[in-house]
């Protein structure tokens, strides 16, 4: 069974960066793709970001194009998502997750793992 852990939420203003960090709780994420989701009070979970197995291989919301840069290191089991020029409209929990069989969709019904998520509040 993968657990997964996101740390490194929390309150900025606008404008400010965030680095949201997903440890593994085994080293089978190595060959899985990973993905980094969002999810606002009221609103249904949505992409943001993915990474293949090997790291060569990413895939981003429009929203997070040019702002986000998602990024693994397979030799501690960590997922990153550096987050800049954060806006209020970022403001969500954060999930971490694990495609065993993808290379970076954005289709979130694809993953099977999750972690119980972060919060990011960017203030106005």
């Known amino acids: 069974q993968v657990q997964l852990a996101e740390s490194g939420g929390g309150l900025v203003q606008a404008g400010g960066s965030l680095r949201l960090s997903c440890a593994a709780s085994?080293?089978?994420?190595?060959?899985?793709?990973m993905g980094w989701f969002r999810q606002a009070p009221g609103m249904e979970r949505e992409f943001v970001a993915a990474?293949?197995?090997?790291?060569?291989?990413?895939n981003y919301a429009d929203s997070a194009k040019g702002r986000f840069t998602i990024s693994r290191d397979n030799s501690k089991n960590t997922v990153d998502l550096q987050m800049n020029s954060l806006k209020p409209e970022d403001t969500a929990v954060y999930y971490c997750?694990?495609?065993?069989w993808g290379s970076g969709s954005a289709e979130i019904y694809k993953y099977e793992y999750w972690g119980q998520g972060t919060q990011v509040t960017v203030s106005s």
């Open positions: 997750a694990a495609d065993s």
């Open positions: 085994v080293r089978s994420i190595t060959t899985s793709a």
């Open positions: 990474v293949s197995w090997s790291g060569s291989a990413t």
